[in-house]
Every structure is written in C-alpha cells, then in structure tokens.
C-alpha cells in the first residue's frame, strides 16, 4: 500500500482561480488591494519569500509594491506611510531580518488590520485566545491542504514538531480551535519517536532535513511536512517521504505539498482584508 498524496499544487491552482476572480470584482468596485513587502535584504530565505509573494500577487492581478532597505529605520517610516495609504491592503515583512530584533520590532510598526501574514504580535495573541485573527499563512496552509483533502481533524491526536512563531505555535493553535488534542514537540521533548508514533495527524515544522523516519511514524497516520530545506540536489522536507509514505494514510509531498499553497494565504488574507474595507 502507498499513501494518499496530498497534492498542494492543484489546490493552489484552485485558490489562485477564485482569488483572481476576487480581485477582479475588487477592481471593478475601485478598490484594487496593493500588497506590500519589506525587507532589509540580508537573508536568502527572506529574498525568496518576496519574490515568491511577487510571483503568486501577480498570477493573481495584485499590485506589488517590495521595499528594500538595509536602513530599518527607514522601513520603519515605510511602514508608517504604507499603513495610512487605503490601497495598500496587506503589508508584509519579509523575515528573517540581518538583525532578527530588528526585523520584530518592524513588524510592531505594521497596522494590525493590514497584518496579512499573522506576523504582529497583536495577531498572534488573537490567535492563541482562538479570536478571528490573520494568521501566518504558513500554518493557514496547512489548514487548507487538510480541509482540500477532508482530512478528519476534530477529536484526532494531533502532533506538531516545532513551536516557531511562524510555523509550529500558530499551527498548534488552528488544530486546538478544530478540536483536535495538539500535543507540541521541541528540542526538550524527551523521546520524540515515542510522541510522533502517537500521533494520527503529525506535523513537522522543525526544520531539520528528514527529521521524521518511517519508525517515527504509526501505520494509517496522516502526515504534514512543511519543511523547505535546501539539500543537495534540491528541496528535502523534514519528513524521510520514502520511508514514510508506505506506512501513512495520507501525506504531503516536498516540493509540492505546504510551499505552493502559502503565497495563496497571504493573497487570500489580502483579499479578505480588501472586501472587508
Ligand atoms: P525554526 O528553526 O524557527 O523552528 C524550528 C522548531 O523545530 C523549533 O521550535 C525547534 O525546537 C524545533 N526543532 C528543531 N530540531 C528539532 C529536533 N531535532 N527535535 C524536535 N524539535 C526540533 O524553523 P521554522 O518554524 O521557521 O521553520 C520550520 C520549517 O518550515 C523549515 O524547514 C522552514 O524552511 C519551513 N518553512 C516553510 C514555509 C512554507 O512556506 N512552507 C514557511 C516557513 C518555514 P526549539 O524551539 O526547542 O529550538
């Protein structure tokens, strides 16, 4: 037996459609969302984010405006003008900063209500009290890949290896509020195996290349890999697929399952945000 692959490509295909059709009537009504993009430009992996945003606004008919500057300073004065412009729906820092305090306190500039990748701490705290909040599109992207799938979340055992601010806490949170049980996994965890081998849906946002092996993993479980780690010979997720994939029910590929799907988040948060005004 092989696992069921839960394809991020189709669904961002999907998403891409109705959200062109979004911003189409949005430009009809003259409210035409800009998304904006800042960064100070020091990190590969916040280089590539932005012009990942860029690419899916674009394939969407959204405006882009990127802000590069190494001065956060001067981001900061961006951030104050972009926040009183009305067509700007959505502003994005594009993390991580060259001095990571710097990129958090730049993202604190950001209105919340334009906060279309869940990065304020205002959202955050939304988020954990299960309020409506924007959230970190990485985690909203799990969500959807599940949901695409109809994947069976409430009352299921859920583990999450990872508690970043970005990818593990936000998506820990969004399984509490679909009732699953969550349990959290970090570098502390005593005996992670021994965890993972409980989980019927595991998600792995640690970071580390093929982290999750197949004796990790209990036979029938649904497995989320959001892992973009750069290996030899391209992209290799946090989960060991060959090994995991006869033993799952269900599981994402790495490239093609979580990554197409998370510049769609930020667009649809974007989009929500635009109508909403
Ligand atoms: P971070 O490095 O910020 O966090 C990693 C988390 O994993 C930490 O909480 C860490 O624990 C935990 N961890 C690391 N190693 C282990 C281990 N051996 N056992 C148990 N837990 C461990 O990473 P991010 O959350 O930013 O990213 C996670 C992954 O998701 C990366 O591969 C990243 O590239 C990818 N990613 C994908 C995105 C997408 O669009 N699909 C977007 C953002 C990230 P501790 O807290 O104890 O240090």
Do not use: W
């Not at 412009?85 to 900063?97: N, S």
């Not at 304020?120 to 890949?145: D, M, N, Q």
């Not at 009732?179 to 081998?197: G, K, Q, Y």
């Not at 989320?224 to 010979?233: F, H, P, S, T």
């Amino acid at each position: 037996v092989s696992a069921r692959l839960l394809d991020g490509r189709a669904l961002a295909t999907t998403l891409r459609a109705d959200l062109t059709t979004r911003v189409g009537r949005l430009e009809r009504g003259a409210h035409p969302p800009i998304l904006a993009i800042l960064t100070d430009g020091a990190h590969a992996a916040a280089t590539l984010y932005a012009a990942s945003l860029e690419r899916a606004a674009r394939s969407i008919g959204v405006e882009t405006r990127v802000i590069r500057e190494a001065d956060v300073v001067a981001l900061e004065r961006a951030a104050a003008e972009l926040n009183a412009e009305a067509r700007v729906a959505g502003i994005v820092v594009g993390q991580p900063f060259g001095d990571p305090a710097a990129g958090r306190r730049l993202v604190e500039h950001v209105d919340v209500s334009k906060d279309v990748d869940g990065a304020h701490p205002e959202s955050a705290g939304r988020l954990a009290r299960g309020e409506p909040a924007f959230v970190p599109a990485t985690a909203l992207a799990v969500i959807a890949v599940l949901e695409a799938h109809l994947v069976r979340v409430a009352g299921v055992r859920a583990v999450v290896v990872g508690r970043s601010a970005v990818v593990g806490r936000p998506v820990a949170s969004l399984l509490l509020a679909r009732d699953a049980t969550v349990v959290i996994c970090h570098r502390a965890t005593r005996n992670l195996a021994e965890e993972t081998r409980r989980a019927d849906l595991l998600v792995a946002a640690a970071g580390v290349p093929l982290l999750v092996r197949g004796d990790m993993v209990r036979p029938g479980a649904t497995v989320v890999d959001c892992g973009i780690n750069a290996a030899e010979g391209g992209i290799v997720g946090d989960v060991a697929f060959s090994e995991v994939e006869p033993i799952a029910a269900a599981i994402t590929p790495v490239p093609g399952g979580i990554g197409p799907v998370t510049p769609m988040m930020v667009l649809r948060q974007l989009v929500e945000a635009a109508e909403r005004s």
